[in-house]
């Protein structure tokens, strides 16, 4: 029923911006010539796009809220778990430079490794 839905809403959706689109910045509607009381006269076409328009928007609106309300009773809100497991430990704190914590929090940090030379591309010391 969902999918169905779906299906429709993207129907309508395109419908809507193609309708949109058919229209005249101005107002104008598609501008297609004719007799001037007629339903193809410039007047004619555009009160049949913007209530087209109008028609097209309340459906999509109506959609969207039906598919909204299917949504929530798709998914199980009632076996989500509202407790905490309090059973776990908490996690070792993590050193950014990637050492070790220590596990005494009152132990002093391990010295930092001296920085490496950089190496001659040719497999000799580095010469400055």
Request: charge should be negative; glycine fraction near 10%; avoid cysteine.
């Amino acid at each position: 029923m969902f999918v169905f839905f779906t299906v429709i809403q993207a129907l309508v959706a395109a419908a809507l911006v193609g309708v949109i689109l058919m229209q005249r910045s101005e107002g104008g509607g598609l501008g297609i010539g004719g007799s001037p009381t007629g339903m193809l006269s410039a007047r004619g076409a555009a009160d049949f796009l913007t209530r087209a328009t109008k028609w097209l928007a309340v459906l999509f609106v109506a959609l969207s809220i039906l598919l909204a309300t299917l949504a929530v009773r798709e998914t199980d809100a009632g076996s989500l778990e509202t407790t905490l497991d309090r059973n776990v430990a908490p996690a070792a704190p993590v050193d950014p430079l990637g050492r070790t914590a220590p596990t005494d929090p009152l132990a002093a940090p391990a010295p930092a490794a001296p920085p490496a030379t950089p190496a001659d591309p040719l497999g000799g010391p580095a010469s400055n």
